[in-house]
């Protein structure tokens, strides 16, 4: 990451979009809106600027991430600089499983493939049902 790379002040979205943890500002602005992502334990807005030292939970679809920023940057660069912007406290995986009690349609374990088909005909059929 070059000099001209680093900036003095940045809006949130544009900082979660050049740290790599939304593919587009529009998704960052959306998950900020949703209020799933916090700043310094408050909900904030698109436009509100990040600063150094500021702690930030992430509620992503398959991960929660607590991180602290370290860096400002308005490009966004490969993995390597993204991960330069912040430090990580904790990261959690969300896998959510299905529930042996509860069953829902289509549903296939991880790595059971794509249904044959006969399968499809058969899952067709039940739904019809």
């Known amino acids: 990451m070059t000099e001209l790379d680093k900036v003095d002040k940045i809006r949130l979205d544009k900082w979660l979009w050049s740290a790599r943890f939304f593919k587009t500002r529009g998704l960052a602005s959306e998950a900020l809106k949703g209020g799933k992502v916090t700043l310094n334990d408050t909900k904030p807005k698109s ?20 991180i602290t920023v370290i ?4 490009k966004r660069g490969n ?8 430090h990580l406290e904790s990261e959690t995986l969300i896998q959510n499983k299905n529930p042996q009690d509860q069953a829902l349609a289509g549903y296939r374990e991880k790595g059971a493939g794509r249904p ?14």
């Open 47 to 66: 436009s509100k600027t990040v600063n150094l030292g500021d702690r930030l939970a992430i509620t992503q679809a398959h991960r929660k991430v607590l």
């Open 71 to 74: 860096a400002l940057s308005d």
């Open 79 to 86: 993995a390597e600089q993204a991960q330069a912007l912040y």
């Open 116 to 129: 044959t088909k006969r399968e499809r005909r058969q899952l067709s059929d039940w739904l019809d049902n």
